[in-house]
């Protein structure tokens, strides 16, 4: 969700000013992907670099956070949306951990959908946290070597029990992964668009399914077609 801040210099505006109009457009993108039949919708809220921000900002950023999954908690329950989390939300401030701890215990039963919130998030992180958490279970005796596969990795990683990505979408004109779901893109449809997050409004949505849904995925398999479109 990149380009809030580019965005509210632009207009003459403090850099929060560009987050807080982002977060307010996390929910017109949910309700949205909601209608489209979109049942997993992945943010990446805050990475693991983005602690190297400005003190004030991060700050900033973390009550921003505690705000909104306080005052919409009660939406994702009237939408049953589940709320899960992809990395490690220890180092969190206390309000903004409690909350989003909450909102998941709140809405752990739902499977319809799901939004899931990539927070202190950096794939290689979760993957150098995934290969500790194999190498713990082999030493305990409860796995061997020999029996490491994909399968039994991803099942170690925080995104464990949900589907790897179709489409990953980024906005503000960036055109790299930048530490996001490294292992689990690895034949996920890609769409970059100049626009920044908070104009990536509803229509801009449809667009970028639109265009997913337009293509045709091999999966690395000679001859292997199969079209995005549901």
Not at 123 to 152: C, M, N, Q, Y
Not at 162 to 180: A, C, H, M, V, Y
Request: glycine share 8%; aromatic share 8%.
């Amino acid at each position: 969700m990149d380009g809030n801040g580019r965005w509210a210099k632009a207009r003459g505006l403090p850099r929060i000013e560009g987050h807080r109009r982002g977060v307010e457009n996390v929910l017109a993108i949910l309700d949205a992907g909601a209608e489209m039949g979109i049942e997993v919708l992945t943010l990446y809220a805050f990475s693991v670099e983005n602690w190297q921000r400005p003190a004030e900002e991060v700050a900033a950023l973390m009550g921003l956070l505690e705000h909104f999954i306080g005052l919409h908690t009660d939406r994702l329950v009237q939408r049953e949306t589940r709320l899960r989390v992809a990395g490690d939300i220890s180092a969190l401030p206390a309000g903004a951990r409690g909350a989003v701890e909450a909102a998941m215990e709140r809405t752990s039963h739902f499977r319809k959908r799901t939004l899931c919130l990539a927070l202190n998030y950096g794939s290689r992180t979760e993957i150098v946290e995934a290969a500790k958490a194999f190498a713990r279970d082999v030493a305990a005796g409860r796995a061997t070597p020999e029996s490491l596969d994909w399968a039994a990795l991803s099942q170690r990683l925080y995104t464990a029990g949900l589907p790897d990505p179709d489409l990953i979408i980024r906005t503000s004109g960036e055109t790299r992964l930048s530490n996001f779901l490294l292992l689990q893109a690895a034949y996920a449809e890609m769409y970059f668009t100049p626009v920044p997050w908070p104009e990536f409004g509803p229509e801009r949505l449809k667009e970028a399914v639109d265009s997913f849904r337009r293509r045709e995925r091999r999966f690395g398999k000679t001859g292997e077609q199969v079209r995005c479109g549901r």
